[in-house]
């Protein structure tokens, strides 16, 4: 089935520091997505981006699909950005959902 | 308008009870998934409904687990004779699934616990 990995798994920033957060996907892909889940449990979607490049504030995102890669950049981090950020895929012809085991971000103040 | 909501936020409950776990999506959405979080862990496909298509049930771990989507909205997830190692965070989310954007849109989950 298709394999999911994020890295790294864990990171630890001082808060405005910049970091990159990569997914790496086995096989095509028709849909990826990025979600942050904060400290109290919630899934917050924060990219759709199955190719391409997009920006959100301090957040963008790029995909490189027929690389098998996606990568979230984080710059200016607050503590606020703490918890986990997951990459989630689905491959080309079906709905089914994969989760990468997500990367634990921790910003010190 | 309001997100996807679930219910009841916690369970807990005893070996070998059956316990039912409710999501309502985020209305006109079509699709719906569920997923199952374990402490620590990422999240764990369980099913996903599409309109009046056939549910993807290849995620559900056993026949213990089933699923129902009626009216194309409301969903129920039932786990029968449950055990312990059943004990997670039950998440829910609905899309457009417009075939465009599929961005996914998550409740908060239902925490369950089996004593």
């Known amino acids: 089935g298709i394999q999911v990995e994020q890295s790294p798994p864990d990171l630890i920033l001082q808060e405005g520091a910049n970091s990159t957060l990569r997914c790496n996907f086995s096989?095509?892909?028709?849909?990826l997505q990025w979600f942050h889940q904060n400290p109290w449990g919630q899934l917050i979607n924060l990219f759709y981006?199955?190719?391409g490049t997009k920006q959100n504030g301090r957040l963008s995102a790029t995909t490189v699909a027929t690389e098998r890669y996606s990568l979230l950049y984080i710059s200016s981090s607050q503590t606020t950005d703490s918890g986990v950020y997951f990459c989630?895929?689905?491959?080309?012809?079906?709905?089914?959902?994969?989760f990468g085991a997500g990367t634990r971000l921790f910003v010190k103040a | 308008g309001a997100g996807v909501s679930q219910s009841p936020s916690n369970k807990v409950t005893e070996k070998g009870k059956d316990v039912e776990l409710r999501c309502d999506p985020i209305s006109g959405h079509t699709a719906l998934y569920w997923y199952r979080q374990s402490l620590g862990q990422g999240l764990e496909f369980l099913i996903y409904?599409?309109?009046?298509?056939?549910?993807?049930k290849s995620g559900l771990p056993s026949d213990r687990f089933s699923a129902e989507r009626t009216g194309g909205s409301v969903s129920t997830l039932t786990i029968q004779r449950t055990q312990q190692e059943d004990s997670a965070v039950y998440l829910c989310a609905s899309s457009k699934a417009t075939g465009g954007e599929e961005t996914q849109y998550f409740g908060p989950g239902t925490r369950l616990l089996v004593l």
């Open positions: 989630a895929v689905s491959y080309t012809g079906g709905f089914k959902t994969i």
């Open positions: 409904f599409q309109g009046n298509s056939a549910p993807d």
């Open positions: 981006i199955p190719s």
């Open positions: 096989d095509s892909v028709n849909n």
